[in-house]
Nanobody, 114 residues
Framework: QVQFEESGGGLVQSGGSLRLSCTAS????????LGWFRQAPGQQRELVAR???????NYKESVKGRFTISRDNAKNTLYLQMNSLKPDDTAVYYC????????WGQGTQVTVSS
């Protein structure tokens, strides 16, 4: 069973940056596509960015050019560099595999003030 632990969230002003990290307690083989998801209050969880086993990436349109996802398979760690943050980015951020998912972690809160 794989468990995820997210960290790096916080409170920042609009235009600021944060770097999120996610470590997996079990072995995540490099065959899994990994993603960052977020859930704002009253909204459904959505996929923000994903990275495939070959390191190809894709992003939700609203974060393109601002967010960068990366993975370190040797460390079982996933990252999300977030720049030029906007109030609409405020949410709890989670990581997981894309497609079939493992149990969700606690997530990390990102709050962007205007």
């Amino acid at each position: 069973q794989v468990q995820f632990e997210e960290s790096g969230g916080g409170l920042v002003q609009s235009g600021g940056s944060l770097r999120l990290s996610c470590t997996a307690s079990g072995s995540i083989t490099d065959t899994y596509a990994l993603g960052w998801f977020r859930q704002a209050p009253g909204q459904q969880r959505e996929l923000v960015a994903r990275v495939f086993s070959g390191f190809r990436t894709n992003y939700k349109e609203s974060v393109k050019g601002r967010f960068t996802i990366s993975r370190d398979n040797a460390k079982n760690t996933l990252y999300l560099q977030m720049n030029s943050l906007k109030p609409d980015d405020t949410a709890v951020y989670y990581c997981n595999t894309v497609g079939p998912t493992f149990p969700w972690g606690q997530g990390t809160q990102v709050t962007v003030s205007s």
